[in-house]
């Protein structure tokens, strides 16, 4: 009896003690969920079905929750550091009156009444002023300028630098690297209102590209919407955030179909709603994209290198460009030998052995397209892709090349029915190889994002980062090398979606990245924006082939550099 007793009393005290821990575990998993909802958000497996965001949530409609605290920090600091001067408000109704009109306003060289010589290796100055539509200076920055000084028959150029003194005036600064004549041109990008109305529509209409997938099941399709961040409806969404990375992707769930039925992405229309008049900032031979006309001479005679002139090298000069072009060929700063590989013998002999995995967007399918051309060995596998868009593959079985390029992972604007299966993320991708020295891994990601808040962009970059180091951490052999962005033609609706603010400021985010990394860059701002050739989405051949002798001597260089 009192044995049983005994047993009762232990029993009951167990229940109490486990009852007392069980209730403990249930207020700290509450407490936890409630107080880490945004972190929460996107770490649903990668397909799930859950309700539309409570109308509270709706301030929330486009936020990207940071991984860890070291990457909030980073993205704090690369905010910080891209931050564009505080540009004007707008008038409303908007008047064109008060806005930079690039007719009235002028650049100097410097000096303006002679009294000196420029020398090979010496740095030219030029002062620009602006002013608005009624001939008044503009008091305050944020005018997005490129300057260029090149000598057309000499098919020489160099890109310069821009400095904003945030009163209406700014600087251009050019190193002077041949001889002969040099002329200077500035060209208004956008004017500093326009960079007001493109930064609004980024923060409230993130979604103003929206594209579309399609559902099937059987004889059932259904078409839905999906983007990084959807508005909020009754519609349930389906969550294709890649279990991995984190990168963050939805579409309105089907009526009739489960989202695992899933099979295509596509680009749907380009929505804005711009406020009353705000186009006329953006117009193409009146506010975008124009000439700067020179107050007084536009070019300086360039005289050979003084004996004493120190050599001109990006790393050592307070402005210093990564390259010039002379004579039409690229010639880079800061060390590096640019090698000139006109032959397929001489192609193929650098790339012999080799797998090159070239991964991005269109821009570096242009490589694989160059490369593919050139090289009458390389025979391309016929994988049924779709022609913009892959992947592609190419061998030369001869000597051993493997080239291979695949599309980066959503967003990606093509109105194609893209297979979702295809869109693969860079991060991923890089997570797969095994690497090596005979490993050559390119890539470039920049012309998609230009709608969506840098914030995405910054993520995209610290995922691909991960893994790049991950790479050469496992094998330090491997060659990566990273393509940058570069100016192109404007007009409304590419201003409005990827306009050369945009590109530039995730420029600006790309190198920052990844500095200081074992990695190379081919820098196609400044490739683009010193040759005479037309800014392009899609630079022209002689452009291209530059950049590809640049990617060659990456991985060729040549001895002794």
Same mark, same amino acid.
């Given at each position: 009896?009192?044995?049983?007793?005994?047993?009762?009393?232990?029993? =009951?005290?167990?229940? =109490?003690?486990?009852?007392?821990?069980?209730?403990?575990?249930?207020?700290?998993?509450?407490?936890?969920?409630?107080?880490?909802?945004?972190?929460?958000?996107?770490?649903?497996?990668?397909?799930?079905?859950?309700?539309?965001?409570?109308?509270?949530?709706?301030?929330?409609?486009?936020?990207?929750?940071?991984?860890?605290?070291?990457?909030?920090?980073?993205?704090?600091?690369?905010?910080?550091?891209?931050?564009?001067?505080?540009?004007?408000?707008?008038?409303?109704?908007?008047?064109?009156?008060?806005?930079?009109?690039?007719?009235?306003?002028?650049?100097?060289?410097?000096?303006?009444?002679?009294?000196?010589?420029?020398?090979?290796?010496?740095?030219?100055?030029?002062?620009?002023?602006?002013?608005?539509?009624?001939?008044?200076?503009?008091?305050?920055?944020?005018?997005?300028?490129?300057?260029?000084?090149?000598?057309?028959?000499?098919?020489?150029?160099?890109?310069?630098?821009?400095?904003?003194? #945030?009163?209406?005036?700014?600087?251009?600064?050019?190193?002077?690297?041949?001889?002969?004549?040099?002329?200077?041109?500035?060209?208004?990008?956008?004017?500093?209102?326009?960079?007001?109305?493109?930064?609004?529509?980024?923060?409230?209409?993130?979604?103003?590209?929206?594209?579309? =997938?399609?559902?099937? =099941?059987?004889?059932?399709?259904?078409?839905?919407?999906?983007?990084?961040? #959807?508005?909020?409806?009754?519609?349930?969404?389906?969550?294709?955030?890649?279990?991995?990375?984190?990168?963050?992707?939805?579409?309105?769930?089907?009526?009739?179909?489960?989202?695992?039925?899933?099979?295509?992405?596509?680009?749907?229309?380009?929505?804005?709603?711009?406020?009353?008049?705000?186009?006329?900032?953006?117009?193409?031979?009146?506010?975008?994209?124009?000439?700067?006309?020179?107050?007084?001479?536009?070019?300086?005679?360039?005289?050979?290198?003084?004996?004493?002139?120190?050599?001109?090298?990006?790393?050592?000069?307070?402005?210093?460009?990564?390259?010039?072009?002379?004579?039409?060929?690229?010639?880079?700063?800061?060390?590096?030998?640019?090698?000139?590989?006109?032959?397929?013998?001489?192609?193929?002999?650098?790339?012999?052995?080799?797998?090159?995995?070239?991964?991005?967007?269109?821009?570096?399918?242009?490589?694989?397209?160059?490369?593919?051309?050139?090289?009458?060995?390389?025979?391309?596998?016929?994988?049924?892709?779709?022609?913009?868009?892959?992947?592609?593959?190419?061998?030369?079985?001869?000597?051993?090349?493997?080239?291979?390029?695949?599309?980066?992972?959503?967003?990606?604007?093509?109105?194609?029915?893209?297979?979702?299966?295809?869109?693969?993320?860079?991060?991923?991708?890089?997570?797969? #190889?095994?690497?090596?020295?005979?490993?050559?891994?390119?890539?470039?990601?920049?012309?998609?994002?230009?709608?969506?808040?840098?914030?995405?962009?910054?993520?995209?970059?610290?995922?691909?980062?991960?893994?790049?180091?991950?790479?050469?951490?496992?094998?330090?052999?491997?060659?990566?090398?990273?393509?940058?962005?570069?100016?192109?033609?404007?007009?409304?609706?590419?201003?409005?979606?990827?306009?050369?603010?945009?590109?530039?400021?995730?420029?600006?985010?790309?190198?920052?990245?990844?500095?200081?990394?074992?990695?190379?860059?081919?820098?196609?701002?400044?490739?683009?924006?010193?040759?005479?050739?037309?800014?392009?989405?899609?630079?022209?051949?002689?452009?291209?082939?530059?950049?590809?002798?640049?990617?060659?001597?990456?991985?060729?260089?040549?001895?002794?550099?």
């Amino acid at each position: 009896m009192k044995a049983r007793v005994c047993r009762e009393t232990v029993v =009951s005290f167990c229940c =109490s003690k486990f009852a007392a821990i069980f209730l403990f575990l249930a207020v700290f998993v509450f407490i936890f969920v409630y107080f880490n909802m945004d972190v929460l958000e996107f770490q649903h497996k990668a397909i799930s079905t859950f309700p539309a965001p409570k109308p509270h949530l709706q301030h929330r409609f486009c936020s990207f929750q940071p991984r860890s605290p070291e990457d909030a920090l980073e993205e704090r600091l690369l905010l910080d550091s891209i931050a564009w001067p505080e540009t004007p408000s707008l008038p409303v109704p908007l008047s064109l009156e008060q806005t930079t009109d690039p007719a009235q306003s002028t650049f100097t060289i410097l000096p303006e009444k002679g009294g000196r010589q420029w020398h090979v290796g010496d740095q030219l100055e030029v002062i620009i002023k602006m002013y608005d539509f009624q001939g008044r200076p503009k008091k305050s920055g944020g005018d997005v300028l490129l300057a260029r000084l090149h000598n057309r028959a000499l098919g020489a150029g160099v890109a310069g630098q821009v400095l904003d003194h #945030l009163n209406g005036s700014y600087s251009a600064v050019f190193s002077l690297l041949w001889e002969g004549s040099a002329q200077v041109e500035v060209t208004l990008v956008h004017p500093s209102e326009a960079v007001t109305v493109l930064h609004r529509l980024t923060r409230e209409q993130p979604d103003r590209i929206y594209f579309q =997938s399609v559902f099937r =099941s059987g004889s059932v399709s259904e078409t839905t919407t999906c983007n990084v961040c #959807l508005h909020q409806t009754q519609q349930p969404l389906c969550n294709y955030t890649d279990p991995h990375t984190g990168e963050p992707w939805f579409c309105y769930k089907p009526k009739n179909l489960g989202c695992d039925t899933r099979i295509s992405n596509s680009v749907g229309e380009f929505k804005h709603k711009l406020k009353a008049k705000e186009e006329k900032l953006f117009q193409s031979g009146v506010n975008m994209k124009i000439s700067i006309r020179a107050s007084g001479s536009d070019s300086v005679t360039v005289l050979p290198k003084k004996k004493d002139q120190q050599e001109v090298k990006s790393n050592i000069v307070q402005f210093g460009p990564a390259g010039y072009y002379f004579q039409g060929v690229w010639q880079a700063l800061g060390g590096m030998t640019v090698r000139q590989f006109n032959t397929p013998s001489a192609i193929n002999q650098c790339l012999k052995g080799k797998f090159v995995h070239l991964r991005g967007d269109s821009t570096i399918r242009q490589w694989f397209e160059h490369l593919n051309a050139v090289l009458p060995d390389l025979k391309e596998f016929n994988l049924h892709s779709l022609r913009n868009l892959g992947p592609f593959m190419a061998l030369d079985y001869a000597n051993n090349i493997l080239i291979k390029y695949r599309f980066h992972g959503p967003p990606v604007r093509s109105p194609n029915h893209v297979p979702a299966i295809e869109l693969h993320y860079i991060a991923n991708e890089l997570d797969r #190889l095994v690497g090596g020295t005979n490993t050559v891994v390119v890539f470039g990601i920049w012309a998609h994002f230009g709608s969506f808040p840098i914030e995405l962009y910054i993520r995209r970059l610290q995922s691909i980062r991960r893994a790049v180091v991950q790479l050469l951490d496992r094998a330090p052999g491997t060659l990566v090398i990273i393509r940058t962005a570069n100016p192109r033609v404007s007009t409304l609706f590419v201003s409005l979606t990827n306009s050369g603010w945009y590109s530039l400021q995730r420029d600006k985010v790309l190198r920052a990245m990844f500095k200081g990394l074992n990695v190379h860059l081919v820098d196609a701002w400044e490739m683009v924006l010193a040759h005479h050739l037309p800014h392009d989405l899609h630079p022209q051949p002689p452009i291209i082939k530059n950049m590809i002798n640049v990617v060659l001597s990456y991985i060729c260089p040549q001895k002794g550099s």
